[in-house]
């Protein structure tokens, strides 16, 4: 501790918020490459391991804005604390599964400890750091952020086909006990504010979007006018509505709805979230490139590594580009190369060249901070200063939603356009006419009925059949990027045409008063 010193202490504080840093942001890209040996390990379904997803990222983004307002009540630094604890408890629960319903349970519990770690990494950063030099602060945080972004789909190959996939979980205890011995060390202790909380309209938002991602996760396996389905899809209904009646009348609201009547306010949500909706396509590809074009873990890793390397270095191009000239000329490159990316993924996703598709893969990494580093520095000029905190945290709440709708949403699409190319072409041939589909469903995810099925055919329609499989999941690869390419077109002209509108609106300098 001898070289820790006054004027260093600072530093040395930001080195203790990497450990959480490297928790939550290599588990978002360490497990997608594991999913498939999981799936095959514990036989999980295909929505089942959607939900070892899911449920972590739906958790944090119910609760991430509540856990900011909890650490303000109760101290950053303990709540800090108390999430790196809830976080490296889970993980180690999720190494230990026994069954795919056990890692989804601890994978939930996840996403309660990121959400209270991740609100307050950011406030105990201003109180380490002077306000001339967070901007410095913030940025080489930022880089090493995107450092384990980039190294997670690598970890994760390399531990799934060498070690053993639970160790992407057991490797966050030894991080975890790092991060708290350097948080109760060097962190400061910070003193407890009285953030005002509205409790009615955070239980209206958590049943409106955790219902709204049930339905959609589960509706393909309930059937999309089941009783079930039709059941939450109303109680959904009922309390967004409730959740925006709320929110209008609180003098604290949950979700400060006031914002989004800035047009630029609303352009940077609407380009984060699409962003962030976007970027679960890796999890799809994981899974697609392993199973379909039979890529090895270790591979899979290799690519994504590659192909995610350009965040490191394009995030402070980015910045430079929105400060030069302003935030729309990195926007209108970062969507025309995501445009790009996508359809040319869609069209060449069997080119046997794999140069052609890195052009598609590395187009993604490259357009992605181009659109995320100019929003957020946008967000920051478009609202008032007292309005910042409230602003970041709703734009913080709207990119982890985007994160679980991304993901629900990409597989029932998916999963809807390779039954029906699959069912399409098991009737078009008279070989095949005669088929049990039913009996077949479960054949991509490996279901022990749907082999059972296939083995009881004839070696020749059992290959038929598998060839139908191939080419429906890469007609499913096709459909959803084409399909995404056209979507971020149309996200494209709407955030522009927001750029260009002005406010005809005032927000209040001051907040109300009192507890509602």
Known sequence: MSLITEKNRKWWGLGA???SLAMVFTDQTVLPVALPTIQKYLEATDVQLQWCINSYLLVTAVLVLAGGKLGDRIGYRRAYTLGMVIFALASALCG??????????????QGVGAALMVPATTPLLMTLFSPHERGKATGFSVSISSLFLIFGPLIGGYFTQELSWRWIFWINLPIAILGLVLALLLLPRSSKGEQ???????????ISCSLLVIVIMQGTEWGWTSFKTATLSVLCLVAAFFLFWREKKAAHPFLDLKLFRLPIYKAVNISIFVTQFILMITV?????FQDVMDWSPLKTGWIFFISS????????????LSDRFGPKLPLAVGFTLLIFSFLWLAFFVQSPFKIVLFLGFIAFGTGVPLILTPSYASAMNAVPPNKIGVAFGTVATMRTLAST?????IAAVTGS??????????????????LNLSALEGLASG????????????????RLVLQYLKESEIAGFFYTHLGIGLALIVAFSCVFVLYHRKSAHHLPEMPGEGWD
Do not use: C, H
């Open 17 to 19: 918020l990497m450990p």
């Open 96 to 109: 230990l599964a026994p069954d795919v319903i056990w890692l989804i349970a601890a994978r939930a519990l």
């Open 196 to 206: 005002k909380f509205d409790p009615l309209g955070f239980i209206f938002f958590v």
């Open 284 to 288: 799809y590809r994981a899974i697609f």
């Open 309 to 320: 390397s350009p965040v490191f270095y394009i995030s402070p191009v980015g910045g430079w």
């Open 405 to 409: 709708l991304g993901v629900a949403i």
């Open 417 to 434: 356009v390779q039954y029906s190319s699959f069912s399409s072409l098991i009737q078009r041939n008279e070989e095949t006419r005669s």
């Open 447 to 462: 279901a022990q009925s749907a082999k059972e099925y296939l083995q009881s055919l004839s070696m020749d329609t059992s």
